[in-house]
Structure formats: C-alpha cells, structure tokens
C-alpha cells in the first residue's frame, strides 16, 4: 500500500500564505492522480484541489480558486499544495490522496490513499 505524508502545515495570520507538501513513501506518483482535501472540526471532509498525473488537468474548488495552486516537481516525487491570501475559513486539517488514474477525479471515495493530514490554522 502507498503510504502518503503530509507537511508544510502551521499556524498564519490571515493573509499570508503556507505551501503543503505531499510525498510517497516510496518512488514516485507516476501514474496517480492526486488530490488534496481538508477537514475543520465538526465538518465533513471536502475536496480542495486535484491534478493529473500528467499535470494536463487541475481541478479547484470555488473557494479555494485563485487562491490555491496545486504542482508537482519534475521528478514527482512531490505534489504540492501552494495556499495565498488565506483566510479563517481556510482553517483545517488538510489531507493528501492519491488514486491509480490518468485523469482526475473530486470524490473523496475514488481516492484509495491518504496521509494523516497536516493542520493548517488561520487567525483573523
């Protein structure tokens, strides 16, 4: 089984900016479509970004769009998950998945591999 980490996470002030950081445990994400999703106490997890293996494809939720940029290096070894103009609202445990897929999908149930997620707090 993929083993998925998470880093990058902590504490900002509203307005600044974290970039997340999801690797494997081992080897690459070739050929994995992976996505991030968040979750803030007392909500259900949502999706917040996804991309291709390829890169071709990303995906934004409305609330994070033009705020949020999902990547990878060119070895992908990593994707990431780079966060502008963070609000409150932001404020969440923010999840790496990962799915055998060329293309992309935003359902939480297709994605087969997930990190223990990295908290992500906002303050006003």
């Known amino acids: 089984q993929v083993q998925l980490r998470e880093s990058g996470g902590g504490l900002v002030q509203a307005g600044g900016s974290l970039r997340l950081s999801c690797a494997p445990s081992?080897?690459?994400?070739?050929?994995?479509?992976v996505g991030w999703f968040r979750q803030a106490p007392g909500l259900e997890r949502e999706f917040v970004a996804t991309m291709s293996w390829s890169g071709s494809t990303t995906y934004y939720a409305d609330s994070v769009k033009g705020r949020f940029t999902i990547s990878r290096d060119n070895a992908k070894k990593t994707v990431y998950l780079q966060m502008n103009s963070l609000k409150p609202e932001d404020t969440a445990v923010y999840y790496c998945?990962?799915?055998?897929?060329?293309?992309?999908?935003?359902?939480?149930?297709?994605?087969?591999?997930w990190g223990q997620g990295t908290q992500v707090t906002v303050s006003s």
């Open positions: 081992e080897g690459t994400f070739n050929n994995y479509n």
């Open positions: 998945a990962a799915r055998l897929s060329w293309g992309t999908s935003l359902k939480i149930a297709e994605y087969l591999y």
